[in-house]
């Protein structure tokens, strides 16, 4: 087989190791742009002394890396000129596991792709095993407003995540606590539902693995009760400081067609002004019935990033309450014999019921032909699931759009010809989680 | 090619019935209701860029797919299947629409155009790609490996990759 890439270092390479060609294409790479576009610049010196100029390591055991990111920075004095991130370092081959489990099984597998939202990652690869199997119109009322209030509630921990981790990586340490604090609410209740605080496994093809437990209600309601004067707290810890908003008014700033260009989604676009949600403009489950409002931005920069996603808390709860009013009556799962096992009573009084129970389990069941992309929203943007299908009880290719993945793109971008200070900061506003980077 | 000759002639004589649909000269077909557009690989850059014209602004997603095992997928009568498939899925923001490009990629010369240039978001994929599969990106800035090590051996995604066969490769530990 003829090659034409050479497998070069993924390191940030010094400058005097490069040619004048080679520094230009390697601005390009890391700026993401052309290069073309990157002969043009002229903001920073293109060509500073070596001495200068220094590229130290960040990462990738760093406490505000956020897992296992690790950046190369090229320095002069506080000034970042280049910035590279290297990935991998928890790379496990999710997409070759995925080839090897059946469709049935899949869903423990993605669910611990973006571990901060497990439960958008199995809602995309439900829903793309479903529209494979063309029962994707079938899904009972219940089960699709489960999925929803469920999908919402994983939004507000990931969001309250982010503003933990938010504040720790800015210094606003009493904030780490909060946002943990009221991260355990949600967890507490998906403990109760799915039996597991993270990596659930309780979205699954055909609906959902169970019925909401008694009391429920209850529980989502004191959520919702808490959670506004909570919210209110982060307002006067936060929102509101003059050092908060020093720290990230301005810093990482990026335009929407730069956003555009480089693929980013969710947050990111939206603080840019880009209206773009596909709960809204791509509406799955049951989003066109319900009332809500896209948060957006309008500087492209991380305090717009931050204030989105406090806001994006506030709109999720306004989205859970009428999903409490409107939860239908009815079926958790569709009663599809191919994709559903019998009801647990059934097996004890039907043979018929046990072969068919153990036959789900262990073969799967068959997904005809096929490829299918789907993608949702999840709190980093859009999460999108990539089916090949050979016939078989398992996907002949599983790939999964990761927003992570594409996002920490812009990171090259927003820092340069910022402080190294306001890297962290930048990184924290692009909130990746680093298992779905890495998958 | 698990198929026998007779059944394929079948297959081709039914798809030759009805006039394939196409666009910018690219058999397009439906898959599950999506839009999909089987583009050659010497068209490839050129339908990437007349789609953005079109408003196709955004590339979302790009992967490959190594179909060694599975050489008898549906595909229209045009097109001759290879072993790679590039799968490139854009979106237009303003109508909110989507489209899915494939291109067969042959595994005698598994090169494709990088579409870096176009959407500049894609180089991340693109290098993920080539991590993966082995497919080069012809006019990529950085074709590194992005998730394995830079000197792994193999591209883990291809179907001959066989899982717990290869001893766990460690850079510098001693074997």
């Given at each position: 087989?003829?090659?034409?890439?050479?497998?070069?270092?993924?390191?940030?390479?010094?400058?005097?190791?490069?040619?004048?060609?080679?520094?230009?294409?390697?601005?390009?790479?890391?700026?993401?742009?052309?290069?073309?576009?990157?002969?043009?610049?002229?903001?920073?010196?293109?060509?500073?002394?070596?001495?200068?100029?220094?590229?130290?390591?960040?990462?990738?055991?760093?406490?505000?890396?956020?897992?296992?990111?690790?950046?190369?920075?090229?320095?002069?004095?506080?000034?970042?000129?280049?910035?590279?991130?290297?990935?991998?370092?928890?790379?496990?081959?999710?997409?070759?596991?995925?080839?090897?489990?059946?469709?049935?099984?899949?869903?423990?597998?993605?669910?611990?792709?973006?571990?901060?939202?497990?439960?958008?990652?199995?809602?995309?690869?439900?829903?793309?095993?479903?529209?494979?199997?063309?029962?994707?119109?079938?899904?009972p009322e219940r089960a699709q407003w489960m999925r929803m209030l469920l999908s919402e509630l994983n939004r507000?921990?990931?969001?309250?995540?982010?503003?933990?981790?938010?504040?720790?990586?800015?210094?606003?340490?009493?904030?780490?606590?909060?946002?943990?604090?009221?991260?355990?609410?949600?967890?507490?209740?998906?403990?109760?539902?799915?039996?597991?605080?993270?990596?659930?496994?309780?979205?699954?093809?055909?609906?959902?693995?169970?019925?909401?437990?008694?009391?429920?209600?209850?529980?989502?309601?004191?959520?919702?009760?808490?959670?506004?004067?909570?919210?209110?707290?982060?307002?006067?810890?936060?929102?509101?400081?003059?050092?908060?908003?020093?720290?990230?008014?301005?810093?990482?700033?990026?335009?929407?067609?730069?956003?555009?260009?480089?693929?980013?989604?969710?947050?990111?676009?939206?603080?840019?002004?880009?209206?773009?949600?596909?709960?809204?403009?791509?509406?799955?489950?049951?989003?066109?019935?319900?009332?809500?409002?896209?948060?957006?931005?309008?500087?492209?920069?991380?305090?717009?990033?931050?204030?989105?996603?406090?806001?994006?808390?506030?709109?999720?709860?306004?989205?859970?309450?009428?999903?409490?009013?409107?939860?239908?009556?009815?079926?958790?799962?569709?009663?599809?014999?191919?994709?559903?096992?019998?009801?647990?009573?059934?097996?004890?009084?039907?043979?018929?019921?046990?072969?068919?129970?153990?036959?789900?389990?262990?073969?799967?069941?068959?997904?005809?032909?096929?490829?299918?992309?789907?993608?949702?929203?999840?709190?980093?943007?859009?999460?999108?699931?990539?089916?090949?299908?050979?016939?078989?009880?398992?996907?002949?290719?599983?790939?999964?759009?990761?927003?992570?993945?594409?996002?920490?793109?812009?990171?090259?971008?927003?820092?340069?010809?910022?402080?190294?200070?306001?890297?962290?900061?930048?990184?924290?506003?692009?909130?990746?989680?680093?298992?779905?980077?890495?998958? | 090619?698990?198929?026998?000759?007779?059944?394929?002639?079948?297959?081709?004589?039914?798809?030759?019935?009805?006039?394939?649909?196409?666009?910018?000269?690219?058999?397009?077909?439906?898959?599950?209701?999506?839009?999909?557009?089987?583009?050659?690989?010497?068209?490839?850059?050129?339908?990437?860029?007349?789609?953005?014209?079109?408003?196709?602004?955004?590339?979302?997603?790009?992967?490959?797919?190594?179909?060694?095992?599975?050489?008898?997928?549906?595909?229209?009568?045009?097109?001759?299947?290879?072993?790679?498939?590039?799968?490139?899925?854009?979106?237009?923001?303003?109508?909110?629409?989507?489209?899915?490009?494939?291109?067969?990629?042959?595994?005698?010369?598994?090169?494709?155009?990088?579409?870096?240039?176009?959407?500049?978001?894609?180089?991340?994929?693109?290098?993920?790609?080539?991590?993966?599969?082995?497919?080069?990106?012809?006019?990529?800035?950085?074709?590194?490996?992005?998730?394995?090590?830079?000197?792994?051996?193999?591209?883990?995604?291809?179907?001959?990759?066989?899982?717990?066969?290869?001893?766990?490769?460690?850079?510098?530990?001693?074997?």
């Amino acid at each position: 087989m003829t090659m034409i890439a050479d497998e070069g270092a993924q390191e940030l390479r010094p400058r005097s190791e490069l040619t004048a060609r080679e520094l230009l294409r390697e601005v390009g790479s890391v700026l993401r742009l052309s290069e073309a576009e990157a002969a043009k610049l002229g903001d920073l010196p293109e060509d500073p002394d070596e001495d200068q100029t220094m590229v130290i390591n960040m990462g990738p055991s760093h406490p505000s890396t956020h897992g296992v990111l690790r950046l190369m920075l090229e320095l002069q004095g506080e000034t970042v000129l280049r910035c590279k991130p290297i990935i991998g370092y928890l790379h496990t081959g999710m997409e070759k596991t995925g080839e090897q489990l059946t469709f049935m099984q899949g869903g423990t597998n993605v669910t611990r792709m973006d571990y901060a939202s497990p439960l958008n990652n199995e809602l995309v690869f439900s829903m793309a095993t479903e529209k494979l199997l063309g029962i994707d119109g079938d899904i009972p009322e219940r089960a699709q407003w489960m999925r929803m209030l469920l999908s919402e509630l994983n939004r507000m921990s990931s969001h309250l995540l982010f503003m933990a981790t938010n504040g720790m990586d800015l210094g606003a340490v009493s904030m780490m606590i909060y946002g943990w604090r009221e991260r355990e609410e949600v967890l507490r209740f998906f403990q109760k539902v799915t039996g597991l605080r993270m990596n659930h496994n309780f979205v699954r093809p055909g609906g959902l693995a169970a019925d909401l437990p008694p009391g429920w209600r209850d529980d989502v309601l004191r959520i919702l009760d808490l959670l506004p004067e909570r919210l209110e707290e982060y307002d006067i810890l936060m929102t509101g400081q003059p050092i908060w908003r020093e720290r990230l008014q301005g810093v990482g700033v990026i335009t929407p067609s730069e956003a555009l260009a480089l693929g980013a989604t969710g947050p990111i676009l939206r603080s840019t002004g880009v209206e773009w949600d596909l709960r809204r403009h791509d509406p799955y489950l049951r989003y066109d019935e319900v009332d809500f409002d896209i948060i957006v931005g309008s500087y492209g920069d991380a305090f717009d990033r931050y204030a989105i996603r406090l806001n994006e808390i506030r709109e999720s709860m306004r989205i859970v309450r009428q999903i409490l009013d409107k939860m239908p009556e009815g079926d958790y799962r569709i009663q599809d014999k191919k994709v559903t096992p019998p009801p647990r009573a059934r097996i004890d009084e039907s043979m018929e019921a046990l072969i068919h129970h153990f036959k789900i389990f262990t073969e799967g069941f068959k997904v005809p032909e096929g490829e299918v992309y789907v993608a949702i929203e999840s709190p980093r943007g859009e999460i999108g699931c990539y089916i090949a299908s050979d016939g078989s009880p398992t996907p002949y290719r599983m790939h999964v759009r990761a927003p992570s993945f594409v996002n920490i793109q812009c990171l090259p971008h927003m820092m340069r010809g910022g402080l190294v200070a306001d890297a962290v900061a930048v990184i924290s506003s692009v909130d990746p989680v680093l298992g779905e980077v890495d998958r | 090619m698990t198929d026998s000759p007779e059944e394929q002639t079948e297959e081709v004589v039914e798809e030759v019935a009805a006039p394939e649909p196409e666009m910018f000269g690219c058999p397009m077909t439906e898959s599950r209701g999506q839009l999909v557009l089987h583009v050659a690989r010497d068209r490839y850059l050129d339908v990437a860029k007349q789609l953005a014209d079109e408003g196709y602004a955004m590339c979302v997603d790009l992967t490959a797919v190594d179909y060694s095992k599975y050489m008898d997928r549906p595909l229209p009568a045009s097109v001759s299947p290879e072993r790679f498939e590039v799968v490139v899925n854009l979106l237009d923001i303003t109508h909110s629409r989507r489209i899915r490009l494939r291109t067969q990629v042959p595994e005698a010369d598994a090169t494709i155009p990088t579409l870096f240039d176009l959407h500049p978001g894609t180089e991340a994929m693109e290098r993920e790609v080539f991590d993966m599969f082995g497919i080069a990106f012809d006019g990529h800035p950085d074709p590194s490996r992005i998730l394995m090590p830079e000197d792994w051996n193999g591209y883990p995604l291809r179907k001959d990759f066989q899982v717990g066969t290869i001893p766990v490769q460690f850079k510098g530990a001693a074997s």
